[in-house]
């Protein structure tokens, strides 16, 4: 009864359509959050990776080189590097900062040896004065970028290196950092070492980039949090437009369905009819929020990695919604007594 | 079609619930209908012809009797064998017609075809040939809404006659058409018997009678008993007609007392009313033509004074003394 699914629609097309695109939206919310949340997780990845380092020396004590860091002089890279199992470790020093350039915001600032274990490639910076910025922050190779009142000029450009919900990293000389954050006193904040150490110094705790990227999920743990919520609560939305048209489609469509049981639809052909427009609406709707999504997310302030396989299971997340949706609508066609299409 | 086929009903009653009560339309009916022939249901509405035929066309299944069409027994069919019956064996024209409204003419008509598992163009050829055969061949690419209500009509025909079924009901079929509409759509109906098929019209229309092989009244039997006076002597407790009986007199009590009582759906009663010397009850019934919506049973010992409407309307007239009291219209 495809025939009478599918005139139906046209039918009552400017309904459709406007369910395909308020569901459409709700769908494209859902899957911004979705991007929002992934890249959370993706930034902490890239954030650990981009140090290269197999373990994370930080003060005993301390949960993480990242969200509470405690100094240490940075000369006890001596006592890890002579550890059995390690062969290189460096001291790196994470501080905040506020940059001013291009606009005033709040950075992460990463002090490391360039050509050591850390984020500063061999040659990637000589000077103290030099810096490699996030491109969240927009500037060029050239620029000159201001952290703390002091300026520093931009050598190279990295991508995706943030944390803490999209904070863009700036990557220094240790010597900077600690001139920055450290009150240019010697001190580290960790230190990153490659090599498996089979005992550690005293006064330090070792982590391995697991426990480094859980450290570092800590603070936008409640974040994402809110957004599962949200988009539980995306999903109740989408599924009450498609169960509202679809319901509602079921009771002016009342006699049509005693009708068809009269004639000798079957009752499973009725039913099928009614959710295979559920099916549709909710497929239409997936398309349209995919678009709206690739077109919407340039513009969020917050990085948007929308993982594949959202992708690939909105449709199926999509259809399971409209076939639940509608079954408000479909038990009452079901039960639709076929004597109706005489009373009226 | 398949060979011609026999209508045949003994003892079909139906009962349902309206709110509190039960309510029994159709009681006891007899009807043979053989193929090839017209049978006209006539009477008033609420006379039960619609609840006839919802019995006929396997949606309604009756608390007594039996209707079988050749071999079939219509009234225990079930599951895949009903879909089957209402599929294969009926065709219905509903009264208001009852066509998809986002549909074409052609496209109604397929919708049965294709039910049954047509293919496409099977089904479209089919319902084209039929929209020809009603007239409608330049018609069938308009949807309901740009039909005239013959036009309408002759879809719905159309629509019951797609998989040729051996029996056709057809539900108050002039009931929105005007003079000119009605003309064609009954010469329609009336050709449809000549193949062998059984055609079963309901209408309260009795310009219709002519083209019937076989009339069923519907409504109750009233005698013709013009100027008649009855009078009837109750005792306490007796009945003077009961819930669901033909209405044929209105009824003055002249002495004594009659309770009117409805019977309920959980076989409790509830009093309606008491009617005295001088009051008079039971008019709507035979006015109308219709069953006592509710029983009269003496209260005490009392004597009533029976007359026909047409009795009673004069006899009114003449002593303009007759006060009516708030009653039940039994």
Redesign the interface.
Known sequence: ?W??SV??L???RRRFAIAVAATGLVFALALLLSGISASFDNEIERTTASFGADRWFVAAGNFGPFTAPSAFPASRVRAVRALPGITEADPVAMVSATTTTPRKRSVNVIGAVPGGVGPAPEGSFTEETDALADDSLGLDVGDTLSLNGAAFTVRGITHGRTYFAGIPTVVVSLRAAQRLGLGERPLATAIVARGTPRSLPSGFTALTNSEVAVDLSRPVAQAKQTISLVRWLLWIVAAGIIGAIVYLSALERT??FA????????TR?VALGLISQAVLLAILAVALAILLEIAAAPAAAMSVEVPVVSYLALPLLALAVGVLASSLGLRRALRV???L???? | MEAEAHLSCRGIAVEYRSGDYLVRPVDGLDLDVSGGELALLLGASGCGK?TL??VL?A??RPVGGSARLGPTEITTLTGSAL??Y???KV??V???F?L????TAS?NV???L???GRS?RAARERADALLEQTGLADRRRHRPDDLSGGQKQRVAIA??LA?DPPLLLA?EPTAHLDYIQVESVLELLRSLVADGRIVVVSTHDERMIPLADRVVAMSPHTPAREDQITRVDLTAGQFLFRQGDPGDLIYTVEDGQVEIVRERADGSEEILARIGPGDYFGELAPIFGTRRSAGARALSDARVVGLTPVAFRRRAKSSRTQTQHDRPPA
């Open positions: 009864m025939l009478v005139r139906d046209i039918w009552r006699t049509e009708v068809l049981k009269a004639i000798g639809v079957s052909d007594d076929p004597a299409a005489f009373g009226s | 619609t035929l919802s066309a949606i309604l879909t089957e209402r599929r294969h065709g219905i509903f009264q208001s009852n998809i409204p986002s549909l496209e397929q919708v049965p294709r039910a049954a496409g629509r019951a998989l539900d």
